[in-house]
């Protein structure tokens, strides 16, 4: 079975190593022979066919400035004597990145695991450097906004009748302390949802899942509770 485009094609339930064709955009370029010299009299010569060679080439992204532009209007007749359109409702309240923009340093940290000292020397190369704290500002705010995205998943795991669960711990630096102590970050996942969760212990998990007939809980790994 084949999968969409930009997957690993599946053959007897193992990966072939191949890849299918992408959907990719296409530009043409013409050569011109007359202006190349390979032509001696350009008078007689008729085109008639034409040879093609495609070449994967790759089109750096780039940064651009989404200018609304909204007219004002007077009227000395209007309950309103000055009227224009709000403005557009963005992500960050009063903040300068659009939704493409976060979308793309949300991805790029968690999708690609790439850092945002790293995320800031790219968009370096696209014209803007954002300070590390204005990156992280977006990511924290990002995610406020997407936090009832994550809360509907949840209501959807917990409606699920097997979820798989597992954690891995981590050291979490304690304010005014010489040490770290252990946390954990928990994965849920059904059919069609993978949430992640932080509990400041291992103790148990803070997603509210309850063990009875209708549902139960798959851990990967058989720990002690800490």
């Known amino acids: 079975q084949e999968n969409r485009a930009n997957e690993l ?25 007359i202006e190349l010299g390979y032509l001696d009299d350009a008078r007689y010569a008729r085109r008639f066919a034409e040879d093609k060679t495609e070449v994967l080439e790759y089109v ?32 960050i309240e009063q903040g300068r990145p659009g939704p493409g923009m976060l979308a793309y340093v949300l991805a790029s940290k968690y999708a ?3 850092p945002l000292h790293r995320l800031q020397g790219i968009l370096q190369r696209c014209g803007i450097r954002p300070a590390r704290s204005t990156l992280c500002g977006w990511v924290e705010q990002a995610a406020t906004a997407l936090q009832p995205l994550v809360e509907e998943m949840k209501r959807q795991v ?36 993978v949430i992640f969760e932080y509990t400041p212990t291992r103790a148990g998990t803070m997603l509210g899942f309850d063990v009875d007939k209708r549902q139960f809980v798959a851990t990967t790994t058989a720990v002690a509770a800490a």
């Open 158 to 193: 917990l409606k699920s009748p097997i979820v798989q669960s597992d954690d891995t711990p981590i050291p979490v630096l304690c304010k005014g302390k010489p040490h770290t102590r252990r946390g954990a970050m928990w994965v849920y996942l059904d059919q069609d949802h």
């Open 9 to 33: 094609i599946v053959r007897d339930g193992k990966f072939s190593g191949e890849v299918a064709e992408p959907i990719l955009g296409r530009a043409a370029k013409l050569a011109t022979l």
């Open 112 to 114: 690609d695991h790439l």
């Open 60 to 91: 750096p992204a780039s940064v651009v400035v989404l200018e609304h532009v909204r007219p004002k209007y007077s009227c000395p007749h209007c309950q309103d004597q000055v009227v224009s359109q709000p403005a557009p409702h963005l992500p």
